[in-house]
């Protein structure tokens, strides 16, 4: 069986999803793309040597009679639509980050899939795939570092883009924290903090960076994470849960130990491409599973949802310089 897919935004993510349901994964087939960007879709589909329909609409790409599932790529504030015409023509499709750019977008597509009456919906949140992220949780699942009492973490990247602004540092960064720290200690938040340390140099003027947030649990864990969106030496995640027995950290990458030049050192990767490439197979195959079984899981439209409940507040927290609430519906049993 082949699930025949369409992808519409077909940028850096579009392009390199296209690319591994086309050469590296099975089940899947990019039949459709759509790009806001007619040249960019040409351009990918000629050099992934698809053989697929460029659609002037996304919105006519999810309604074509032979397109199974949808891909969301293209940029955050185009996603809501997306997914609700897709949710209304009841096929799966998968979203990525962030599923909406507001809590409020999220739960409407929340409301539809749980009136549609099944799971349609997968969100990116690649890093419940990566196998280091996997062993912390099985670490605090077995309880092999007792109860998490506080996790220190970081997000970097080596540079941004000059429209890169402060909010972004939530609502594009450390979303993905928002998302795997929840699923990690299976909890969710009860408020955000966002401090300021000395700001780097290599930023542009608009954009405070780097930023400390600052999390509280509805258990009470406490988390800091560093987000330095221009730290120059490399794509570097970290997260450490502290326990009540032990601690567990994310494994690092693997890479060479090298001996040269009177130095002992490993390199450190540059890309968010690089980093998670593994993540991002094993989620879209995932996807493409979950679409032959008529059972797609992962990363649910609720859990879209918390991150961005999480994420508006802590954008607050960004301006108030206070500690903001987090609060958030009711979870409908439908994602029990
Ligand atoms: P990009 O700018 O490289 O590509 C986005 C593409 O979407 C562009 O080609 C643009 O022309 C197109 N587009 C914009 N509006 C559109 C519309 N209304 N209809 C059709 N096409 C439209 O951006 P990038 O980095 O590929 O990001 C795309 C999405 O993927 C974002 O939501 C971003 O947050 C997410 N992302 C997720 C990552 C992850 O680690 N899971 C990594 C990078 C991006
Ligand atoms: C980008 O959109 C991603 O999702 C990357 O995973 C993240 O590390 C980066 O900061 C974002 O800009």
Redesign the pocket.
Known sequence: MTINIGVIGTGA?GEDHARRITQTLSGGKIVAVNDVNQEQARAVVDRLGLDAKVYESGLDLIKASDVDAILVCSWGPTHEEFVLAAVAAGKYVFC??PLAVTAEGCLNIVKAEVAAGKRLVQVGF?RRYDKGYQMLKQAIDSNEIGEPLMMHCA?R?PT?PDR?VTS?AIV??A??ELDALRWLLDDDYKSMQVVYPRRTKNRFEHLADPQILLIETLKGVRIDLEIF?NCQYG?D?QCSVVGEEGIANLPEPQSLLMRKGAKLYNEVLMD?KD??IESYDIELQDFIRGCENDAVGGPSSWDGYAAAVAADAAVAAQESGQVEAVVMVERPAFYN
């Open positions: 993510i990525e980050k690649m997000h990247n941004v890169y972004m594009d960064t979303i993905h969106v794509y995640i968010w980093r998670f």
